[in-house]
C-alpha cells in the first residue's frame, strides 16, 4: 500500500523525483513544526500561538502540498487531520466536518476494514452531522463506527452501549 499512501497528483507533467523529494521534506518538516506549535500552545495556554495560526499553517501546508500529493498521501491525510482537530477545538463544526470527509474514504483505504482509527473517524463525523443536525448521515456515520467497534471491541462494550444510547437520544 506504501504507493497509494504517497500518491502523486495526476497531471499531463508529473512532478520530477526531485519535486517530490523536497515536497516530502516540506510535508515532514510542517509536521514537526506543527506539533511543536501545538506543545507550545497547550504549554502556555493559547498565549504564544493563537489556533487561528495554527489553522493557517494547516491550511497554507494543505495548499502547498495539494500541488504534488494527492488527498488520500499520507503527509496530507495527517495534515487534514490536524486541521479537523484545530477546527474541532474552536468548535467549527462545518470546517470540521468537511477535512473529516476528505479524510474518511483514505483511512478506509489505508487501515483494514475494522481498524479503530476509522471507527473514530466515523463516529466524529456521526457527531458533527448530529450537532448540524443532519440526522440521517450522522445516523449512518455512527452505525458505521458501531459496526466496526463491535469487531474490535466485542459487541457487549460499554463503550458502544453508550454510542447507541446517543442514538436513541437523538
Known sequence: Q???KLEICKLNDPPSAETIKDMIKYARNVIEE???????KYILCLTLIPLVELLEICELSLDKMGAVFE?????????MYQAMGVCL????WEG??????????????????YSLNVASMWLKLGRL???LKNR???????????????????????Y?????????DH
Not at 454510542?163 to 436513541?168: G, N, S, V
Open 96 to 113: 470540521a466536518l468537511c477535512y473529516g470527509q476528505k479524510i474518511i474514504r483514505p483511512y478506509s483505504k489505508h487501515y483494514p476494514s
Open 34 to 40: 506543527f506539533r511543536r506549535a501545538k506543545h507550545y
Open 129 to 131: 452531522y448530529m450537532a
Open 71 to 79: 488527498d488520500s498521501n499520507v503527509y496530507m491525510l495527517h495534515m
Open 136 to 158: 440521517t448521515a450522522g445516523v449512518k456515520a455512527l452505525k458505521r463506527a458501531i459496526a466496526i467497534m463491535e469487531v474490535a471491541h466485542g459487541k457487549d462494550h460499554p
Open 89 to 92: 477545538y474552536v468548535q467549527d
Open 160 to 168: 458502544i452501549s453508550e454510542i447507541k444510547k446517543e442514538l436513541e
Open 2 to 4: 506504501d504507493k497509494e
